[in-house]
């Protein structure tokens, strides 16, 4: 691209653009900001905080389970425990900040100043935030949900469950969900609109490939259980009887709609993790990834087959036998794109020339510890075995091994990859091999042992157990596993907040990292890129020894943004983004109202709905010049 | 092809579990109730129902067919040395067909999650010889006898005025229904769905402070005198 007008030369260039894109200082720049490493990084906090929340929660039952007949918790303290640690490890840790990730990550690997809606980027984190305070609010005042993660009807019915705990846990999920849904839009759109000319679909980094993958998932998953549980509130607060027998409904639908979202909501956890695994492993052997096609398509039939498979959540409920067998094949089934994928990254760790740093670490924890997770999973996927063990420790452990082994070690790799890029300094790897070498033990001891459990018969959800049941030992060992990778947990977030401070400068790029977040400063300036960057292959910082290529034709002085075909990433026109607004705060603020609001009355989303309106107007008021009036821009709105 | 094999494996297995039997199988009825299991048993004779609770007796090698339904929430019947899991849902009966192979004591559990006390749901399998099992069930079918020891006589008579709203003991005027089948408690081997081992002190214990030992059950507590409720307990364990 040719530029028509002279350039003003690099320095004042980066000036101009740090000014354009830069936030409000103080208070009012925190609330107003759009930048989307700002909220991103938000996000990946308030998951990290909460994670270490719920962990608490795990230590404390593990305590309680220990030994038998133990008085720590009665049985409602327990109930509450593993609900709330349920609920939010998997509705607002695990979905949230591979999302989060995301928000951070796909600008800056696609060369990006933002994503395609800034603004819809902000709103979803205080909505987010805004069930997140609910949640653990509700815990303070002695509301906590008590049914678990998922939550039956009739138990979480209004005859069985009076008062507003499960209004909680459903309005929980409603909350967390609509930030989902805009968070994977805005992800969706930023990868298939807002790549760089020449980085065509063929061209994406496997992680961007992931995200889109986990994106469309999360569209067409989420809003069966919006659905479902705003059913259930429904049944709860105006009797609509959805699933009392007695009234002519079905306790069974709620665990086909809850399913058919539960289980994509596993690999909408996983997929994510596929994208950091194939960027760790492509940068830590030095060579581009093995069978990219296969990959992709992998992820592709993942995110198919993961649509076909709920009822393996439900062999136990007595549903015809030939169903349940064809729920059999397509949950094995999901080992083969699982199998290419394994078989990939061990073949381009085989023929790369490896470099032993804490991210590759993870990533060969993951492996070992996913395998294993796998392997449950075929057990647990065939019908007549999982009549026996559904419902076990044996399922406790499987689900741990793949959503901790498989989502939570590929994300820990990735906070220490990416670490340096987000602050300029790089952890100490010293600490970084000492949390990781007590997490995967800890992790190990504490979980492994679960699986004899459950064979030996111990089902999941009870708060004691006798003495003569012999499930004492195994336990008490699964207890001591918890601590250990409790305290590997702290050096993990220790480690990352001293590093903050003392950790030796990264430079751009410390990994010799091949795509394009890496062409930048670390941390990334307010713009992400002072050039745009134009690719032609999957790893340009490779393929381009010497200078990267640019091209030129954004403004400077306005929000300007490139928008590229969806396939081929052809350049089609320059577009606004939107500058900083306070609105999508009042806007979840107003929505968070609703939320809350409508636990207590219907008629909440009536009123409710009339300052969510006015913010939304006030959000859209039409005050910004449109692309190409870059000379009359304005940065007062 | 690993794959292929395991899933041809697993269906052929599951075939073989879903087997139908003969027709002549024995019925029983189980209905999951917040946190015990009402237990009924078809009388091959007069096809009568015979009501029991929490402990399920089966006859060694032989196909019993169980009907399973729930009164309130979703619970999961599994006795893990007998037969897989089968939920319990309200609104549908769920059948499966068990033969159990090896005679002896052993426990089931609720498996699904069913409320504060899903972990005190359990209840005890007794697998015996067909001539043991027909024994036991004559006698759970036969009513409870009233006795002339004024001891008891008084135990009948408090548990009449006190228990009997939820209560049924089949001969007496007991004739509850919210809670289990007593007519013949002293014959069985826990108390509460498993809670504690059967014994006139673990009785007295129980009616006097159900909620310390099971936290949150239906049973509410029946303050007595300490002559009343050792009557009462004898009186149940007279239930034989």
Same mark, same amino acid.
């Given at each position: 691209?040719?530029?028509?007008i002279?350039?003003? #030369? /690099?320095?004042?260039?980066?000036? @101009? ?17 759009? #930048? ?14 909460l ?12 305590? @309680? ?5 133990m ?22 840790? %695990? ?16 060369g ?19 069930g997140?305070l ?48 805009? /968070?994977?839009?805005?992800v ?7 790549r ?9 980094p ?7 993958? /986990? ?8 809003p ?10 429904s ?19 709620? @665990? ?7 289980h994509p ?15 760790i ?15 992709v398509?992998?992820m ?21 036998r030939?169903?349940?067998?064809f729920?059999?094949?397509a ?37 070992l ?6 392997l449950?999973?075929?057990?647990a ?5 999982d ?28 906070f220490c990859?990416?670490y ?17 070498a ?27 157990y006798?003495?003569?049941m ?22 993990f ?6 590093s ?12 010799g ?30 393929? #381009? ?10 403004? %400077? ?6 928008? %590229? ?26 929505t ?5 609001? %409508? ?14 309106? /006015? ?9 910004r ?10 940065q007062?709105? | ?15 073989k ?29 007069t ?13 060694v090698?032989r196909?019993?067919?169980i ?8 619970h ?13 849902i ?13 005679a002896g004591?052993?426990r089931?559990?609720c ?9 005190h ?24 006898? *009233?006795?002339?020891? *004024?001891?008891?006589?008084?135990g ?15 001969g ?6 919210a ?15 498993g809670t504690? *081992? ?20 239906m ?22």
């Amino acid at each position: 691209v040719t530029p028509e007008i002279p350039l003003p #030369d /690099a320095e004042t260039r980066h000036r @101009q653009l740090l000014a354009t894109w830069g936030d409000a200082p103080g208070l009012w720049g925190f609330l107003t900001t759009v #930048d989307h490493k700002r909220i991103a990084a938000r996000y990946v906090l308030t998951a990290v905080a909460l994670l270490f929340l719920a962990g608490l929660l795990a230590v404390d039952m593990r305590l @309680q389970l220990s030994q038998p007949d133990m008085g720590r918790m009665g049985p409602q303290g327990y109930n509450e425990a593993f609900a709330l640690h349920g609920s939010t490890m998997l509705f607002l840790v %695990s979905v949230p900040v591979m999302e989060a990730m995301a928000m951070w990550l796909v600008p800056l690997m696609l060369g990006a100043r933002t994503v395609a809606y800034p603004r819809l980027a902000a709103f979803s984190y205080w909505l987010y935030l805004g069930g997140v305070l609910m949640l653990w609010i509700s815990h303070a005042i002695d509301i906590t949900p008590d049914l678990g993660w998922f939550e039956y009807p009739p138990l979480s019915g209004p005859a069985y469950s009076p008062g507003h705990r499960v209004d909680i846990w459903a309005q929980m999920i409603t909350f967390s969900e609509v930030a989902a849904l805009a /968070a994977s839009v805005n992800v969706i759109a930023t990868i298939l609109k807002m790549r760089p000319p020449g980085m065509t679909l063929g061209k994406m980094p496997l992680f961007v490939w992931a995200m889109l993958v /986990a994106s469309v998932m999360t569209v067409f998953a989420l809003p069966s259980v919006m659905l479902v549980t705003s059913m259930l509130i429904s049944d709860r607060m105006v009797s609509t009887h959805f699933f009392t027998p007695s009234g002519g409904g079905d306790a069974l639908l709620f @665990q086909h709609l809850f399913w058919f979202f539960g289980h994509p909501e596993v690999y909408i956890i996983f997929v994510p993790a596929l994208g950091f695994v194939s960027a760790i492993v492509e940068t830590f052997s030095r060579r581009t990834m093995f069978g990219y096609v296969p990959m992709v398509l992998a992820m592709l039939g993942i995110a198919a087959l993961a649509f076909g498979l709920w009822v393996h959540h439900m062999f136990a409920v007595g549903l015809p036998r030939l169903g349940n067998a064809f729920y059999t094949a397509a949950s094995m089934a999901i080992a083969l794109p699982a199998g290419v994928q394994i078989f990939c990254w061990i073949a381009t760790l085989w023929t790369g020339r490896l470099r032993y740093a804490t991210p590759l670490l993870w990533v060969i924890g993951f492996i070992l510890t996913f395998v294993i997770g796998g392997l449950s999973g075929v057990m647990a996927a065939s019908a007549p075995l999982d009549l026996q063990l559904t419902d076990t420790y044996f399922v406790v452990a499987h689900l741990h091994y793949v959503l901790v082994g498989g989502a939570m070690f590929p994300l820990f790799g990735a906070f220490c990859y990416w670490y340096p890029k987000a602050t300029g300094r790089l952890m100490s790897e010293r600490w970084g091999k000492v949390s990781f070498a007590l997490i995967f033990i800890g992790f190990n001891v504490g979980f492994f042992p679960m699986h004899l459990l459950g064979l030996e018969g111990m089902p999941r959800r009870i708060y004691t157990y006798g003495p003569e049941m012999g499930w004492g030992t195994l336990n008490l060992i699964a207890t001591i596993g918890t601590f250990i990778s409790a305290a590997g947990g702290i050096v993990f977030v220790a480690n990352a907040f001293l590093s903050m401070k003392r950790g030796e400068p990264a430079g751009d790029n410390p990994w010799g990292g091949g795509t394009l977040e890496w062409a930048t400063s670390s941390p990334p300036p307010a713009h992400n890129f002072d050039d745009s960057p134009v690719v032609d292959s999957a790893v340009p910082l490779w393929d #381009d020894k010497g200078e990267l290529l640019v091209m030129t034709g954004l403004a %400077s002085d306005c929000r300007e943004v490139l928008i %590229s075909s969806a396939v081929d990433a052809v350049p089609e026109y320059r577009h606004k983004s939107p500058t900083p607004s306070i609105w999508p705060l009042i806007a979840a603020v107003a929505t968070s109202i609703l939320f809350v609001g %409508s636990i207590f009355t219907p008629w909440a989303l009536v009123w409710g709905a009339i300052p969510v309106g /006015a913010a939304l107007a006030a959000w859209f008021w039409p005050n910004r010049p449109r692309a190409g009036d870059a000379d009359e821009a304005e940065q007062s709105e | 092809v690993a794959l292929t094999v395991l899933i041809v494996a697993s269906f052929m297995a599951d075939r073989k579990l879903a087997d139908a039997r003969s027709a002549e199988a024995l019925q029983v009825r189980v209905t999951g109730h917040q946190w015990w299991w009402r237990l009924e048993y078809r009388d091959p004779a007069t096809g009568a129902w015979i009501e029991t609770a929490n402990e399920l007796h089966l006859p060694v090698g032989r196909t019993i067919r169980i009907e399973l339904g729930s009164a309130d929430v979703i619970h999961s019947f599994w006795v893990p040395n007998v037969a897989g899991k089968m939920d319990l849902i309200p609104g549908r009966i769920n059948v499966i067909d068990i033969t159990p192979r090896r005679a002896g004591w052993f426990r089931g559990q609720c498996a699904e999650f069913c409320g504060v006390q899903h972990a005190h749901m359990a209840f005890d399998v007794k697998v015996e010889t067909q001539a043991e099992f027909d024994a036991w069930l004559a006698h759970q079918a036969s009513a409870a006898a *009233p006795s002339q020891d *004024p001891v008891l006589a008084r135990g009948a008579l408090v548990f009449d005025t006190k228990c009997s709203a939820c209560h049924v003991v089949r001969g007496a005027r007991a004739t509850g229904r919210a809670g289990p089948d007593l007519t013949h408690i002293g014959s069985r081997r826990s108390i509460a769905a498993g809670t504690l *081992p059967f014994s006139r002190g673990g009785l007295q214990g129980w009616i006097a402070q159900p909620q310390a030992l099971k936290p949150g059950t239906m049973m509410p507590a029946v303050s007595l005198e300490p002559a009343d409720a050792d009557a009462v307990a004898r009186y149940l364990e007279s239930l034989k």
